[in-house]
């Protein structure tokens, strides 16, 4: 099971915890979590990636093991510590405001 | 016993009261959705149990709610708003042509007849159409038709915010756009075309007469004379009696004609309210006084109304969804500000209450009349 942290909003709008577990098959990239994800919490979609373009909202970020992988592409693998369950993959809402 | 239910959506939150028909003792529940921007909230006219509402932030976009228990709790339904086939684009604020992008939903204006059906007003600008209760939504393309290619963001950008329905003809409905103008279409959506004949905007235009491109703030109508429309427009307070053929000005005696919302009396057809605003640059009352206005020949002939409204140093905002009225005999009028506070009169504005000091900044107003 593949650990995500997800921001208070969208524990309040799933009715989740801090943290949930959900099942990935095969190569674990941000695409394929966000995918186990939205499919195990159906009212998550659109609010991570953009309904249109299944791109990152802008204000999202994602980092896991100390690295911020906002910015690479949704399909590069994730670190084998949040494959393995060691780690969790943190879903942010970036700073923004004053 | 009958009552209402004002529902306000804000900055941070929904917020819904509720009253007796005395309309002096409020009960206050929320928020809902805290911290999420309401843009909108609305009631089914065919059940008022069931209510829609607009949630979103910039963070985590767009989201639809529904209620099927006046508000006690909701689910979220479907918030996939897919423009229909390629969008195209719009004029930009350089003069270029720029992509059609999905930003957000203004407002939710259930059908008259069908609580599952509902039409969404959206930025970028363009309207939708649930009749499933919200699960799915599908686009009326043929609006943006209507020269998209010439409409172009406002400040408040390129907003949808007023769909009207006609009460005796299904098939007509009434859209309203920022900085884009008036639409009417005559065959549900199929077809539509713009209704702006007699519009001026002297400084906002280079063509100040055009068909498209003046910056409607609202429009409203009385259920009894659908053909009548009641107009704010950014400057210029209009009104049409042939269904937006055709406007006329009917600001008179206004301290100022600048304003967003407009509101006709829910019993007497000719009675309509707005609240005057200093100017496009100055977005406060005149003079520091919350004063609304009202009409009751139809226009031209005004009058301030100020009893229980703040009158010295009052520097907030009416946006263009926070006012709205109830059907109760002695009609009910409410409005809700910028500052967080929302006015509530029982006797058609001549007296008001505050019966709310503290909220974050209100975005809509919407009554429901419970009988």
């Not at chain 2, 393309?141 to 963001?153: E, Q």
Request: one cysteine or more; hydrophobic letters at 35%.
């Amino acid at each position: 099971m593949i650990r995500v942290l997800i921001p208070h909003h969208l524990r309040t709008l799933a009715n989740t915890g801090k943290e949930v577990e959900v099942p990935v098959e095969g190569a674990v990239t941000l695409r394929t979590v966000i995918d186990a994800l939205e499919a195990r919490y159906p009212m998550l979609r659109g609010t991570i990636r953009d309904r249109a373009t299944q791109e990152r909202r802008p204000l999202i970020r994602f980092f896991a093991c100390g690295q911020d992988f906002s910015h690479t592409s949704l399909d590069t693998p994730l670190p084998d510590a949040v494959a393995s369950g060691a780690e969790s993959l943190m879903v942010v809402g970036a700073m923004a405001g004053g | 016993m009958s009552g209402v239910r004002v529902l306000v959506g804000t900055r941070k939150g929904a917020f819904i009261l509720t009253s007796d028909e005395q309309r002096k003792a409020w009960q206050v529940d929320g928020p809902h959705f805290a911290g999420w921007e309401i843009y909108h909230l609305k009631g089914s006219p065919a059940d008022p149990n069931r209510i829609y509402a607009s949630q979103s932030t910039g963070w985590f976009g767009q989201l639809i709610q529904r209620s099927d228990d006046g508000g006690q709790t909701w689910t979220p339904v479907g918030n996939e708003f897919a423009y229909d086939g390629v969008p195209g684009t719009h004029q930009w604020y350089d003069g270029t042509q720029h992509p059609w992008e999905f930003k957000r939903v203004w407002l939710l204006e259930p059908s008259l007849t069908d609580p599952d059906t509902v039409y969404a007003g959206v930025e970028d600008a363009a309207i939708f159409r649930t009749s499933d209760g919200g699960q799915t939504w599908q686009e009326l393309p043929a609006l943006r038709a209507a020269k998209g290619s010439l409409w172009a963001p406002g400040a408040g950008g390129m907003c949808l915010h007023t769909i009207l329905l006609d009460p005796t003809n299904p098939n007509r409905i009434f859209t309203a756009i920022s900085a884009a103008g008036a639409f009417r279409s005559d065959d549900g959506g199929e077809t539509w075309r713009p209704a702006t004949h007699g519009l001026k905007s002297n400084w906002e235009m280079p063509d100040p007469e055009a068909e498209v491109g003046h910056c409607v703030h609202s429009i409203a109508m009385h259920p009894a004379r659908p053909e009548v429309l009641f107009m704010q427009k950014h400057w210029d307070v209009m009104r049409s009696d042939d269904a937006g053929d055709n406007w006329r000005e009917i600001s008179g005696n206004l301290p100022s004609d600048f304003g967003f919302p407009i509101a006709v009396h829910a019993h007497e057809p000719e009675t309509i309210y707005v609240v005057p605003i200093k100017s496009d640059s100055e977005h406060y009352p005149p003079e520091g006084k919350l004063r609304v206005y009202r009409s009751r020949t139809g226009g031209d002939e005004w009058e301030a109304l100020t009893n229980g409204l703040p009158q010295e140093n009052c520097y907030v905002n009416v946006l263009r969804s926070a006012m709205a009225v109830d059907t109760l005999p002695a009609c009910g009028v409410y409005f809700g500000t910028t500052g967080g506070q929302v006015y509530a009169s029982p006797d058609s504005g001549d007296t008001w209450t505050t019966i709310m000091h503290d909220l974050p900044p209100v975005l809509s107003v919407e009554v429901q009349t419970l009988l």
